[in-house]
């Protein structure tokens, strides 16, 4: 019940497409929502994170939709640059304080 | 900015050695954590800490121990390295104490360690 399921593993885009990253959870606590971003050689850093009392939220190119009713969520990167091409975590907490991650997107975008 | 300082960025041990991994915060945070990042299997966590002195089992700790006796510092420890401890090991800190959600994770550059 602790578990974010991530998908795809993979995914390329052409350049100006739209890269989507879905998430599914099933803990009904879970109350915080962030997307982290990983480029080769670094560590993951934090992009944008949603909480269950919208449906969407939306910083420049990257967006989250959130459906609480069916326990997922998705990222999606519109107008895909080659500078996006990064690893994508989702993520879930609840008030006990610990993150609970997805299995990692390696996304690639093509020019 | 928050820095989170990982001491080596790639390590190579023997069989059987204690490797110590070290990691240090200078934003005064009060909760640290070590994670493992393996492909197909995400960020998986190993240990973490709320306080000095506190130390509290993640998801798979078997084969680690930890140590924090001061606040910036999180020590993560292979007590007898084994080849399937070969990975990137990442560090993280966050500002808020437990209980709260944990907004911002700052994480470390990762270190790689294989184990051979």
């Known amino acids: 019940q602790q578990q974010v399921k991530q998908s795809p593993q993979s995914l390329i885009v052409q350049k100006g497409g739209i890269s989507i990253i879905n998430c599914a959870y099933e803990?009904?606590?879970?109350?915080?929502f962030p997307w982290y971003q990983q480029f080769p050689g670094k560590g993951p850093a934090l992009l944008i994170a949603i909480r269950p009392d919208v449906s969407e939220k939306k910083e420049g190119r990257f967006t989250i939709s959130f459906n609480k009713s069916a326990k997922q969520f998705s990222l999606h990167i519109m107008d895909s640059q080659p500078g996006d091409s990064a690893t994508y975590f989702c993520a879930a907490s609840n008030q006990g304080g610990k993150l609970i991650f997805g299995q990692g997107t390696e996304l690639s975008v093509k020019p | 900015d928050v820095k989170v300082t990982q001491s080596s960025r790639y390590l190579v041990k023997r069989t059987g050695e204690k490797v110590f991994l070290e990691c240090v915060q200078d934003m005064d945070h009060e909760n640290m954590f070590w994670y493992r990042q393996d492909p197909g299997l995400g960020l998986r966590l190993i240990y973490f800490?709320?306080?000095?002195?506190?130390?509290e089992k993640g998801d798979i700790p078997e084969g680690y121990s930890v140590s924090r006796e001061k606040k910036e510092r999180f020590s993560l420890i292979l007590e007898s390295a084994s080849t399937n401890q070969t990975s990137m090991y990442l560090c993280?800190?966050?500002?808020?104490?437990?209980?709260?959600?944990?907004?911002?994770?700052?994480f470390g550059s990762g270190t790689r360690l294989t184990v051979v």
């Open positions: 800490s709320y306080d000095v002195k506190m130390k």
């Open positions: 803990n009904t606590a879970f109350d915080y």
């Open positions: 993280a800190s966050s500002a808020y104490g437990r209980g709260v959600a944990p907004y911002g994770y700052t």
